[in-house]
C-alpha cells in the first residue's frame, strides 16, 4: 500500500490564489519530501523537512509536518499558471545509508490564468 | 554536470521483446534507484544498486526484470519477455551516499509495449 496519501487528488484555483495539498502516512518517517512533475516529465524536488522540524519555507512554497498525525501540508501562495503540474509527498523511513522513498499517488494542480 | 541522464527517452517494444533502459548517475554518484510510474499512478520503488551490488531488490517483478550497476557504464534495467502491463515511465535517481536528501531524479524512460 502506498506510504504517502495526498489530498485532494486533484485542485483547480485562479491564479494569484493560494493552493494546499495534504499528505498523510502510516509509519515513522527520516523526512519527507514534495516533488513536482509537469506532464510527461520527470520529478523536480521541491523541499524537504525532517521528523524534528515542523515547518519549512522555500519561496512560494511552506510545507509543514505533523508527527503526531501523521501528515505534512504543502501550501504555494500566489499561484502561477506555471504551478500546474502534479504534486506528490515522498517519505523516507530510514536514519542513515540505503535508504529509498516511498511516493503518494499525487494531485493534480490546474492554476487558472 | 549533465544531472541523471536516462536513455532512450521513448521506447516501444511488441510484446515478447526485450526492453533495455540506461541510466547514468550524475557525476560522483554511485548510487541508483529505479522507479516505475504507471498511468495515473506514484513512483513504485524497484530497485536500489550501488556499483556493482544489488542493494534492495524489493520492489522489482520475481520475473522478467533484473537490473544491474557496472563498474563502468551506466545502471540498465532489463525487461525480458515484455508484456502490455510493462508500459509505463521508468525513472532512475542517483545520489551520493546514499541518503534520499541526495536524489537526483532523471527524467525517465517512457516504455510502450505494443
Known amino acids: 500500500s502506498q506510504q504517502g496519501e495526498e489530498d485532494p487528488q486533484a485542485l483547480s484555483i485562479q491564479e494569484g490564489e493560494n493552493a494546499t495539498m495534504n499528505c498523510s502516512y502510516k509509519?515513522?518517517?527520516?523526512?519527507l519530501q514534495w516533488y513536482r512533475q509537469n506532464s510527461g516529465r520527470g520529478l523536480v524536488h521541491l523541499i524537504l523537512?525532517?521528523?524534528?522540524?515542523r515547518e519549512k519555507h522555500s519561496g512560494r512554497l511552506r510545507v509543514t509536518l505533523d508527527t503526531s498525525k501523521k501528515s505534512s501540508s504543502l501550501l504555494i501562495t500566489a499561484s502561477r499558471a506555471a504551478d500546474t503540474a502534479s504534486y506528490f509527498c515522498a517519505t523516507d523511513g530510514f536514519t542513515g545509508a540505503n535508504s529509498k522513498l516511498t511516493f503518494g499517488k499525487g494531485i493534480t494542480l490546474s492554476v487558472r490564468p | 554536470n549533465a544531472g541523471v541522464m536516462q536513455n532512450p527517452r521513448h521506447l516501444v517494444r511488441r510484446r515478447g521483446q526485450e526492453a533495455r533502459l540506461r541510466c547514468s548517475p550524475m557525476?560522483?554518484?554511485?548510487?541508483v534507484y529505479w522507479y516505475r510510474q504507471l498511468p495515473e499512478e506514484g513512483l513504485k520503488f524497484m530497485v536500489y544498486l550501488q556499483k556493482e551490488n544489488i542493494i534492495d531488490e524489493s520492489g522489482m517483478p520475481k520475473e522478467r526484470f533484473s537490473a544491474e550497476f557496472p563498474k563502468e557504464g551506466p545502471s540498465i534495467l532489463r525487461i525480458q519477455q515484455v508484456v502490455r502491463g510493462d508500459s509505463a515511465a521508468y525513472f532512475c535517481a542517483s545520489s551520493r551516499r546514499g541518503l534520499s536528501n541526495g536524489y537526483t531524479f532523471g527524467s525517465g524512460t517512457r516504455l510502450t509495449v505494443v
Open positions: 509509519t515513522s518517517i527520516n523526512n
Open positions: 523537512i525532517r521528523s524534528n522540524e
Open positions: 557525476k560522483g554518484h554511485s548510487h
